[in-house]
């Protein structure tokens, strides 16, 4: 299975500052039809996951520009500036380019 | 709207079965792909297995044989079955709407439903 690893586990943060998360792979997430299938989750406390980023760069309708993506191959990360209340939860990186579907552990935004 | 709804038991009793039934709105099963998805308690994610709108079922291999997905596509469910329960099954249980075509991903989820196995 692939092995995603996201750092930092935790991750304070002032409102109105800017934050970064790193997700690596065990293998290259480059499908053989040429995409890179790593997305973003965040989930917020008692909700479900709800997707932000797909496909390492690409915001999901009604996400702010706050949030961006970047990365490839193994290594991609997450950022967010201008941190406002409502960002604060739990990030899941998700690779879908190989079986079984893997996540990362989660990284934990929180207030300083 | 687009709409999933996990329903299911609180509470089963250890090596016993699990049944859990996802209702979905909004879009056709023959169209679109559902995944389950699992939650331990204050732990992260596992994807559990599909099933794909063709009808064909992909499941993870740590679930073993364990695990079996199903649906009815009149009644617009998906039925996931899971048998020999054991404590670390506790969990809540996500169904989620999966796009593929060049995405692949989840793009939408039910709220879940939390089960707990009891000795």
């Known amino acids: 299975d692939v092995l995603m690893t996201q750092t930092p586990v935790s991750l304070p943060v002032s409102l109105g500052g800017q934050v970064s998360i790193s997700c690596r792979s065990s293998?290259?997430?480059?499908?053989?039809?040429?995409?890179?299938?790593l997305h973003w989750y965040l989930q917020k406390p008692g909700q479900s996951p709800q997707l932000l980023i797909y496909r390492v760069s690409n915001r999901f309708s009604g996400v702010p520009d706050r949030f961006s993506g970047s990365g490839s191959g193994t290594d991609f990360t997450l950022k967010i500036s201008r941190v406002e209340p409502e960002d604060l939860g739990v990030y899941y990186c998700?690779?879908?380019?190989?079986?079984?579907?893997?996540f990362g552990a989660g990284t934990k935004l929180e207030l300083k | 709207q687009v709409q999933l709804k996990e329903t299911g038991p609180d509470l089963v009793q250890l090596t016993q079965t699990l049944s859990i039934t996802c209702t979905v709105s909004?879009?056709?099963?023959?169209?679109?792909?559902v995944h389950w998805v699992r939650q331990p308690p204050g732990k992260g994610l596992e994807w559990m297995g599909s099933m794909w709108n063709g009808g064909g079922t992909d499941y993870n291999s740590a679930f073993k044989s364990r695990l079996s997905i199903s649906r009815h596509t009149s009644k617009s469910q998906v039925f996931l079955k899971m048998n020999s329960l054991q404590t670390d099954d506790t969990a809540k249980y996500f169904c989620?709407?999966?796009?593929?075509?060049?995405?692949?991903?989840?793009?939408?989820w039910g709220q879940g439903v939390m089960v707990t196995v009891s000795s």
């Open positions: 989620a709407r999966h796009l593929y075509y060049g995405y692949n991903l989840f793009d939408y």
């Open positions: 293998q290259s997430l480059v499908h053989s039809d040429g995409n890179t299938y």
């Open positions: 998700l690779q879908s380019t190989h079986f079984p579907h893997t």
């Open positions: 909004g879009f056709s099963l023959t169209t679109y792909n």
